[in-house]
DNA sequence: ATATTGATTTTTATCGATAAGAGGAAGAGA
DNA sequence: TCTCTTCCTCTTATCGATAAAAATCAATAT
């Protein structure tokens, strides 16, 4: 039996929208709604029919009531998730501050009941996770955790400066009516934004980071380098998550490396380019590196 | 319920090493048999139980009686092939064989009655064959089929490329005592005994090639590197299984590729060993696309 | 006609059940 | 004491069932 994580998030998203007013007295078709929400018809009517059933709307012809909408409407943010995002959290939990060891073997029935969930969704989710290079199936037999180690994460960074010097000069190289070049000086001006206030913004970082590194792949976008970053932002998104150590200094610094490199990149200077592409990489490079130590060190002899 | 592959190939295996004569007499222990076999004590019980009630061996002390073993007492070889091999073999000569078009989208149901599994098991190669770049899941919904396309081909090289020349450079730059290199000498002697009967026996050469390039990844480790080697080994085994066309050619050709590229390796020169690699993957991907461009046109326009 | 709603069919996500297989504990034999 | 076997438990591979969600078809209204 599906979970209904579908259902509830697009009342509650319904909900928001009635409440900030961009539905107001009668509500839009189905449809219309439907490609608001990006779900299914058969979900939309479900929304209308609790709507109705609370006394939200009114039955005939969908007019929103004067029946004030009070956060007690709205389902719980948890009850929102899909399972395997689920099982995503609570394993990456299980790995990364359960500091599991390298050569550890994963029991799926065993995390099935840790996590409340039937052993396929655990299987599917170690498959998809898999191709991240932590771990390896034993056929009928476990899965073997390789351990997020200095190996591993500096295996990864040999591929990701590969990777992003080959986009960044390519990118340098784009002809100069190319669309890319406003989008870039639009995310220059995202970085200086948010310099200013980063005081207090500085957990966006990520975000900016991801849409930065992206960005220079669509000068000449190749599938296995998208997918790669995949795998970067996945890891770096759940273990930084987790070591919130001198996250302000960090992302303080990375922005200024951004900035140059940005910079470097609107020059159409491929050696500048070159030059702050290897700065960015190795200080992020160094400050992974430096965590995973640390990650090692909590049983207590630092 | 399981299949029994497990055991109806461990039995097969066990049949053989009785007709060549490996084992003769009494058998030895489940434990030496296990090792031999590299399954499960289980398994090896149940082989043995299946034996002496077949009447090949006797109850007391395990003895080889003097019953023939004749074929019908193997089990047929699809009987002992994994569900999950299974499924993959079908799906891509569904795909590779069927023409199917890119934008296809793939109804696992649908799947899962033509190839008569439960839609489980499609769904979890699915997952597994994603990290392949040629699929894309709509949550919710089905898989979209990206297409084995001329642009599938292009970034697949484009990577492999910057990979290989990167292992062939790191693979030159080893010291001498390496022991990488008497593997290396021992490869070219391989190549060139199969240069010699390439006439009848040009289907093993992709074995070849591929201890070879495994072999050159070796010199400095990258699991992200062997990763993607595995898509690469993967698609052209299935990719070549049907396009059979020119293969004496195409194999012996490659052939000569790598006995200049192995010798530019062992004679340390950087230069040469990048110019060989280059030569070597420009003309492995000339016929890949080659061989791509004549699939479109079996609706008979050439 | 065309868009909107209503009813119906298909497919996906998820659970639970079970035979096959892995592996451990302890007795039996050398 | 050590290996081999028997007995037993736990895990994986695989199926089938079912509610949720998507997709399609039919009816109605504008």
Redesign the pocket.
């Known amino acids: ?10 009342f509650n998203r319904t909900l928001d929208l009635m409440v900030r007013g961009d539905i107001k007295d009668a ?6 709604v439907r490609r608001r929400l ?9 929304v ?1 029919a609790e709507l109705v059933h609370r006394g939200v709307i009114t039955t005939d012809r ?1 007019r929103v009531g004067d029946r004030q909408i009070n956060p007690v409407d709205y389902f719980p943010d948890i009850e929102t998730l ?3 995002l689920h099982v995503e959290q609570q394993f990456m939990e299980w790995m990364l501050r359960g500091d599991t060891k390298p050569g550890t ?6 995390l ?1 009941r840790q996590f ?6 655990i ?2 989710f170690l498959i998809r996770f898999s191709r991240f290079g932590l771990l390896e ?7 073997i955790f390789e351990g997020f180690t200095e190996d591993f994460a500096l295996e990864l960074f040999e591929i990701r400066v590969m990777f992003e010097l080959r986009s960044a000069r390519l990118f340098a190289k784009q002809p100069d009516q190319s669309p890319l070049w406003p989008k870039l000086e639009a995310l220059k001006r995202a970085h200086l934004d948010l310099l200013e206030e980063i005081e207090h913004r500085f957990h966006d970082f990520s975000s900016l980071d991801n849409r930065f590194h992206r960005l220079i792949n669509e000068a000449s976008p190749n599938r296995f380098i998208n997918d790669f970053y995949d795998i970067i932002t996945f890891i770096f998104h759940y273990h930084y998550q987790w070591n919130k150590r001198d996250e302000k200094q960090r992302n303080h610094a990375a922005l200024i490396e951004h900035l140059a490199y940005i910079d470097a990149l609107l020059s159409h200077d491929p050696v500048g380019v070159e030059l702050a592409a290897n700065a960015h990489l190795s200080s992020a490079k160094e400050t992974l590196m430096r965590s995973l130590v640390r990650m090692g060190r909590t049983d207590g002899c630092a």
């Open positions: 039996m599906k979970t209904d994580t579908v259902f509830k998030k697009a509500l839009p078709s189905e449809n219309e990006g779900v299914s018809r058969t979900t939309i009517r479900k209308l969908r899909p399972r395997n073997l994963i029991n799926e029935l065993d099935a409340g969930v039937a052993t396929n969704g299987r599917e199936k034993r056929p009928n037999s476990g899965w």
